[in-house]
């Protein structure tokens, strides 16, 4: 035991660490290809280096068997960035995508971890899993009668009351926005702020489907205002929203990627509401588009589509007044030649019958004459009251009509939060939530004012009241 301690090297944790890295470059003298998942992707503090997990998966079940940590480093970023960004080969690398790497394998002695080295990627391998994975979806989707179900349900002839899941501060907004305000109808936008892109696309959309549809009676959804604020609007029962419609602005291909998602496609396929997509792509189509209702291509598309449909049904109410008044002048022009056919043959008996009994009747015959034409004015007259009467009562549908969409613009402006904080009131939100207590607020904590011109950041310096 004594010639065996003597002979034993020690080594420190340094040198045993710094010895397993030289074996291991001996052994991978030069990179090589690894496949495996995305997991907990992140770039670094400073934002020049990214940071992830490649992982492998039981081939039969969601389960890691085995992973390693993986690094690009800027020196890198430019190349593998290059590459991701090549015409027809547009993705992002995210989290649970499978992607082949050029690695390097190298071993930090001071902490002993090892770690894969990114040098290059080959973008072909990502796409072909990616489409593999999007025709598995779709195939779903497909076989569970999901890309028809939102098709099958009716969008009302008049879809004034809009859920709305975009962004807020994007154009997509304002270009839908205004195309709608522009027509003159009394539409009514219900909007859920949303990523449209990046990781939290999927967690904002199902939230924003699962409010719109999952609301009890008489509570509505959130609706944006002036100033960036999210306030509810009290009065229409949620049964009665029309439609509901996703739409972002132009970008990538890649930030498509996230309208591909399984979950997101189920949410619309099973929506009370019918769903119309207008993602902003002129060429691509999404799941999300095949399990929509209807597929338009821009922001702007999708609420001329709407427009539409109210333009055609106030069309046909126009189309119905001008049949009722030409029905009514018809009606009259029929009893008015009636009425003097009739006049004409009675006054041919009567001469008949004078120029036999023109001496006894003569005096008869005049005032029978006069008599008859007294009758014949009169029914003129009362004809010609109810063709005037008929031409009010048609007018006063058609006014009746008119004013009711009146009306309903009139409600829209009354319940518009923009005029509330034109009279000088205010909304104070703290971290994006709208205050009602100062118990919600410490010391020193910030909060911004939203008025009808401009809003104000304030830092607060003491609470008064509160605890009711």
Known sequence: ?????????????????????????SEFPDAVWVCGEIQDFRASRDRRHIYFNLAQKHPEADEIIAKANAAIFQNRKPLIFKRLQEADLSFELKDDIKVKLLC????????????????????????????????????????????DKNKLLRIPTIPLKIGLITSFDSAAYHDFANELKGSGYGFKIFLCDCYMQGKFVEKDVLRALRLFNNLPMNKTPPSKVSGGSTCARKGIPMDKLDVVVITRGGGSTADLSYFDNKRVAEAVANSKFPVISALGHQINITIVDMAAHTTLKTPTKAAQFLVELVGEFVEGLNYLEQQIVRKTEDLFKIKKGGLETMAVKMDSILSHYFRFHEQQLLEKKLT?????????????????????????????????????????????????????????????????????????????DYIRTILHKGSIISEVKRKEGGND
Do not use: H, W
């Open 1 to 25: 035991m004594d010639n065996f301690i003597k002979t034993e090297r020690i080594y420190t944790i340094l040198e045993l660490n710094s010895t397993v890295r030289r074996l291991l470059k």
């Open 104 to 147: 390097e394998l190298d071993l930090y002695p001071k902490t002993g971890s090892f770690s894969l080295i990114v040098v290059d990627i080959d973008p072909i391998y990502t796409l072909g899993k990616i489409a593999q994975n999007r025709q598995r979806i779709i195939e779903e989707l497909k076989v569970r009668g999901l890309l």
């Open 368 to 444: 029978m004459l006069n008599s008859l034409k007294a009758i014949l004015v009169k029914k003129r007259q009362k004809l010609e009251r109810i063709f005037e009467g008929c031409k009010a009562a048609s007018s006063r549908i058609f006014k009746s009509s008119q004013d009711y969409i009146e009306y309903i613009k009139e409600k829209i402006k009354l319940l518009d939060p923009g005029n509330i904080l034109r009279r000088g009131y205010s909304i104070t939100f703290k971290d994006k939530k709208v205050l009602k207590s100062v118990d919600d607020l410490m010391e020193k």
